[in-house]
């Protein structure tokens, strides 16, 4: 019998990565629009990446079985 895949769930795909200690990786939130009302430190440190907690990162692990 042959085994079956799973599938890694799409939105999943484009929106985390893996780090090498299996950490979950993504972009900061917040920042899609009314930008004029935040602080300037605010935007700044909106940049780049973030990584998820534990509890959350754990939900996004079970959308991707082998990883990314």
Not at 24 to 42: A, E
């Amino acid at each position: 019998m042959t085994k079956i895949k799973l599938k890694t769930k799409s939105s999943v795909k484009k929106r985390f990565h893996l780090t090498a200690k299996g950490k979950v990786i993504s972009t900061q939130s917040g920042k899609r629009h009314g930008m004029v009302k935040r602080s300037k430190s605010n935007i700044r440190n909106q940049r780049g990446t973030t990584i998820l907690n534990k509890s959350d990162s754990r939900i996004v692990k079970l959308y991707m079985p082998y990883g990314i």
